[in-house]
């Protein structure tokens, strides 16, 4: 039996009269990130990690004094006090260093077995995972990162990238097409850079030494202290003397590497404009090049996309590291019909952004890695403002001493403003719009970079379109700066050449027969 | 987008584009799950320390809804529960009351007795056929009508799931809509039971009917549901909380229920609130948890602030 129920009506409007809600006028409607529940310090210890007073080459290994006696001060970014002193590495220095690559590689390293190869990079794992924290620590002091990225993410990868290869070391003769059997290059010289600086140490050294090659390797003048550690890590592992190299120094040290004829593969991680003359120095030298430069990302939302995850992967994407990232999603694309509202979303979540002390666990910025970084930030987000950039930045505090740069983004940019064209790299945002999927992979690709881009829209069909037009070695579809040791990174374009990671980062480090 | 697939109904009066599909014309955002998870994951990252762990916490026990929902509820044990919410733990610990009991219906009116006329703690009542809502609209609202004038001053209504998940996201508002009516000048909080919701997309869609319904507060679960309130589920919530707010004005409040159990959790929330809504929602009119194990596990935190080292679970009365 069926009892007819009297239907409800209630009309939109009622409901609304109907409920007790105070109104905020639209000129007050703001989300108020103010203080009324402070966080503490939350400082990670560091007290119990000792940085010796002066750090020495690592050479054949064992641990030299550079042949020109001299050091340098390597300072924490974050207070500008002096760490430690770095030894000066010259020509003579990379020489010796050579040398005892050489000799590692025609005696020991590059006869050894694979599977016996592996051993040592397996045990350099477990070791750096067991030192995590520690290296975590002086990670963030040396170079200005965040606790929090270099406990959760740089060390991480780092064990993951000797995890990974040292699982290669007994079957590369699998990794490639056709049976070619692959042996190793030689001596490799290898250049980083100061934003991954332990990471980038791991992304160029594990695969190297996988695959049989020796190496020498240079830091960046501002981040030497945890390359240094590693190698200290070298030994503990009992890694044969002279398969890794450490010569710190500054720009005439890895001129001197790129130089040196006895070396059979330079690998370099930096900007464009050294990565050029690199290309310049080897040309015709027979030695190998790889090249990992800069980037100016298009990160795409449309207006599709899962909005509020699509601001999370904004803010990861250009205030991930201080947005010292050469895949950093540095300019903005946004569907022109959402962009009121994307603004609006970042203006406040930039609110929310910790910056201050890298070695509190809460703090999501840091301090810029080095003074000429600083300047040049400034001196790009000042042009911008100049070609008529509306200018956000985040109110919070910077602290008195150190390199500090709050979060910021541009809006109002379009393609012939120098700071969408020019990569920045730091915490500068550049906000750009588009109106069809066209237009929106042309103003992505139109840039002489093409190291990464990144696409938001909850459509599936959209994201494969698009990411076949768009011209970068990695895109990312709805989620943004992932690493992972098996998938291969590299650029197009100036973005440079060759793969890292991956069986195609393999290939860098070996010659097919 | 999807309101041609909504409703067939003849309903004149409610535009659905209005009602059920997001406000002022533009759809209801979808959600990533990806990404929303490994947001709501970095809330618990953030590290609490001394004196913000101790003012947390002391907020946390504010927003309390201390809450017992069984068959077996008595006015005895209504009493254990009103009395724990009105004075937590001794004077000299500086803890606020709870924000509320939350029991059954039949319970308000031993509430209300021992609480009184005048009373710093609310009384809420889960109503409207919970926790399935599987009962008639009629009856549901009589319950509410009669639960208001037993003494309730907010009520937990459950949303109609049959109805959401069978599309019929109309009937959802208009029962939510009648349902605030019937309340009278009780507030009322709507459960969506994400549990049952199951994607955040439906969680999303599901605040936003809530809400623009004339729902004051949006709650998770009914506690009676497994996965009851998970930080994604409740960043949604937030996230639909906070575009509301900006298209109309009104601040609507949230309310995860069931599964909150330890301080660790309940910081985690609190920073999510701070971090996405602000200053203005981190208070006990518009956050609460849904919680009946949660308070003393907090006054366990709050007296080892206070005084250096654990007390033993027999030193914190049970509510």
């Not at chain 1, 989300?31 to 080459?57: C, M, R, T």
């Not at chain 1, 770095?86 to 077995?113: F, H, S, T």
């Not at chain 1, 790299?425 to 066209?438: D, I, K």
């Not at chain 2, 009322?188 to 004051?216: C, F, H, P, W």
């Amino acid at each position: 039996m069926k009892t007819k129920l009297k239907p409800v009506k209630l009309s939109a409007k009622r409901a609304v009269a109907a409920s007790t809600h105070a109104v905020v006028p639209l000129k007050e409607r703001r989300l108020n990130f103010g203080s009324k529940w402070d966080f503490a310090p939350a400082p990670e210890e560091s007290k119990n990690y000792v940085i010796a007073p002066q750090h020495e080459l690592f050479i054949d290994g064992k641990f030299v004094a550079p042949s020109t006696g001299k050091y340098f001060d390597s300072i924490n970014p974050a207070t500008e006090e002096k760490l430690t002193e770095i030894a000066l590495g010259n020509d003579q220095d990379v020489d010796r260093a050579v040398k005892a690559a050489r000799r590692a590689y025609d005696k020991v390293w590059g006869k050894m077995p694979g599977r016996e190869r592996g051993k040592y990079l397996f045990r350099i794992a477990r070791i750096i995972q067991e030192k995590m924290r520690e290296l975590a620590v002086l990670e963030s002091m040396d170079g200005g990162k965040p606790i929090k990225e270099t406990r959760d993410v740089d060390l991480p990868i780092v064990a993951a990238h000797f995890f990974y290869h040292a699982g290669w070391a007994d079957k590369l003769q699998y990794a490639f097409p056709g049976g070619r059997q692959p042996r190793p290059l030689g001596v490799v010289g290898q250049i980083i850079p100061w934003n991954f600086p332990l990471l980038m140490a791991a992304w160029k050294i594990a695969p190297a030494i996988a695959c049989g090659n020796t190496v020498v390797i240079k830091p960046s003048k501002t981040t030497s202290l945890t390359l240094v550690r590693l190698a200290q890590i070298f030994q503990e592992a009992g890694l044969p003397d002279g398969v890794v190299n450490v010569i710190t120094g500054v720009g005439g040290t890895g001129d001197a590497i790129v130089r040196h004829p006895d070396i059979n593969k330079i690998a370099f991680t930096g900007s464009t404009e050294i990565g050029k003359q690199l290309a310049q120095i080897t040309a015709g030298t027979g030695k190998k090049l790889t090249l990992e430069l800069g980037g100016k990302a298009a990160n795409i939302v449309f207006e599709d996309a899962p909005i509020d995850q699509a601001i999370e992967g904004v803010i990861a994407g250009i205030y991930f590291n201080m947005g010292h990232v050469c895949c950093a999603g540095s300019r903005l694309l946004v569907q022109e019909s959402i962009y009121t509202k994307v603004v609006s979303k970042l203006r406040d979540r930039i609110q929310t952004l910790r910056l201050g002390n890298p070695l509190d666990k809460n703090t999501d910025i840091g301090a810029i890695n080095n003074k000429p970084q600083l300047e040049k930030i400034r001196e790009l987000v000042q042009c911008g403002v100049a070609e008529g950039a509306e200018l956000v930045q985040s109110s919070c505090a910077l602290p008195a001493k150190g390199y500090w740069y709050p979060p910021t983004f541009l809006t109002g940019v379009t393609a012939s403003h120098r700071v969408a064209q020019e990569e920045i790299f730091g915490p500068v945002l550049s906000v750009m719009t588009f109106r069809t999927p066209e237009e929106a992979f042309e103003r992505a690709n139109n840039t002489p970079y093409g190291l990464s881009a990144g696409v938001w829209t909850d459509k599936g069909s959209k994201i494969f379109k698009i990411v076949n037009k768009l011209r970068a070695g990695v895109v990312w579809a709805n989620t943004f700066n992932k690493f992972d040791p098996t998938s291969p990174f590299g650029g197009y374009k100036e973005s440079g050449f060759g793969r890292e990671g991956g069986v195609q980062g393999l290939g860098a480090y070996c010659r097919l027969d | 987008m999807k309101a041609a697939a909504l409703s067939k109904r003849e309903r004149p009066e409610v535009s659905i584009r209005q009602s059920a599909f997001g406000i002022r014309n533009s759809p209801v955002p979808t959600v990533d799950q990806v990404m929303v998870e490994e947001r709501a994951a970095s809330f618990a990252k953030r590290s609490i320390k001394t004196s913000a762990k101790l003012a947390g916490l002391k907020m946390a026990v504010s927003m309390c809804d201390l809450t017992t929902l069984e068959g077996k509820d008595t006015p005895g044990k209504v009493a254990y529960l009103c009395r724990k919410a009105l004075q937590p733990i001794e004077a000299k610990y500086n803890v606020p009351n709870c924000a509320a009991v939350c029991v059954y219906p039949n319970m308000v009116k031993y509430a209300r007795k021992f609480l009184g006329d005048v009373s710093p703690v609310n009384i809420a009542a889960v109503a409207t056929g919970f926790p399935s809502g599987q009962y008639p609209l009629r009856t549901k609202l009589e319950e509410v009508r009669r639960t208001v004038a037993d003494g309730a001053d907010e009520i937990d209504m459950v949303i109609d799931r049959c109805a959401f998940l069978a599309g019929d996201h109309a009937k959802v508002f208009d029962e939510i809509a009648a349902t605030k009516e019937a309340c009278g000048p009780a507030h009322l909080k709507v459960i969506l039971e994400t549990g049952e919701l199951v994607t955040y997309d439906n969680v999303r869609l599901a605040s936003e009917i809530a809400m623009q319904a004339g729902g004051d507060f949006i709650k998770t679960s009914t506690g009676k549901v497994s996965p009851a309130a998970t930080m994604p589920v409740t960043l949604v919530m937030l996230e639909a909380i906070r575009d509301y707010f900006f298209a109309t004005g009104i601040r609507i409040g949230m309310k995860p229920a069931g599964g909150i159990r330890t301080s660790k959790q309940a910081l985690a929330y609190l920073v999510m609130v701070k971090e996405t809504l602000g200053d203005d929602w981190l208070n006990p009119q518009m956050f609460r948890f849904g919680a009946s194990t949660l308070v003393n596990d907090v006054l366990m935190q709050i007296v080892k602030n206070v005084e250096g080292n654990y007390q033993g679970s027999d030193y914190f009365s049970l509510p």
